[in-house]
T-cell receptor, first 112, second 110 residues
Framework: AQSVTQLGSHVSVSEGALVLLRCNYSSSVPPYLFWYVQYPNQGLQLLLKYTSAATLVKGINGFEAEFKKSETSFHLTKPSANMSDAAEYFCAVSDRGTALIFGKGTTLSVSS | NAGVTQTPKFQVLKTGQSMTLQCAQDMNHNSMYWYRQDPGMGLRLIYYSASEGTTDKGEVPNGYNVSRLNKREFSLRLESAAPSQTSVYFC?????????FGPGTRLLVL
């Protein structure tokens, strides 16, 4: 069975600092991996996805993630945080079939 | 191109009442999904429909029914609402690789 673990339910950074949100997955087949962002009282917006092409994936708003098969990880990074990055972030895995399996989410806070 | 739309945006029910949450997509996707989001739980799959005319249970189907009315529309019905069904409900549709989400319905069951 597939699963996703997001390490840290809450991450706090200063404006301009590196953002690192951690995601580890388990899957019996080569997975598709996703990061979604949710701003308060809104739906989920796709940030980026890995679907077996390049292992370093660039997304919107300056975010990127690297698929590391040996570590079963798909961590999300951004070199310099903006105040507008404050939101909840979800990592998700798909076996290329039906539904997504989501992690429990990480809330990112950005202070000035 | 509206993407995935959901109605209503917000609803308050009393225990035992019924209601239907509506979802529609205009992207010509075959697959559609219903999730619920609860604090600290992420999103959990309730039901999905791989194509028009088919539906399957997800992780948390108890207390819900669904109807895939046509390729565009996928509704979720609560026959007898319970306080445990207080949640935010998201509908999604999928192309070959990616799911796209609607804005959600906030449901409060008293």
């Amino acid at each position: 069975a597939q699963s996703v673990t997001q390490l840290g339910s809450h991450v706090s950074v200063s404006e301009g600092a590196l953002v690192l949100l951690r995601c580890n997955y388990s899957s019996s087949v080569p997975p598709y991996l996703f990061w979604y962002v949710q701003y308060p009282n809104q739906g989920l917006q796709l940030l980026l996805k890995y679907t077996s092409a390049a292992t370093l994936v660039k997304g919107i708003n300056g975010f990127e993630a690297e698929f590391k098969k040996s570590e079963t990880s798909f961590h999300l990074t951004k070199p310099s945080a903006n105040m507008s990055d404050a939101a909840e972030y979800f990592c998700a895995v798909s076996d290329r079939g039906t539904a997504l399996i989501f992690g429990k989410g990480t809330t990112l806070s950005v202070s000035s | 191109n509206a993407g995935v739309t959901q109605t209503p945006k917000f609803q308050v029910l009393k225990t035992g009442q019924s209601m239907t949450l509506q979802c529609a997509q205009d992207m010509n996707h075959n697959s559609m999904y219903w999730y619920r989001q609860d604090p600290g739980m992420g999103l959990r799959l309730i039901y999905y429909s791989a194509s028009e005319g088919t539906t399957d249970k997800g992780e948390v189907p108890n207390g819900y029914n669904v109807s895939r009315l046509n390729k565009r529309e996928f509704s979720l019905r609560l026959e007898s609402a319970a306080p445990s069904q207080t949640s935010v409900y998201f509908c999604a549709s999928r192309d070959l690789k990616t799911q796209y989400f609607g804005p959600g319905t906030r449901l409060l069951v008293l």
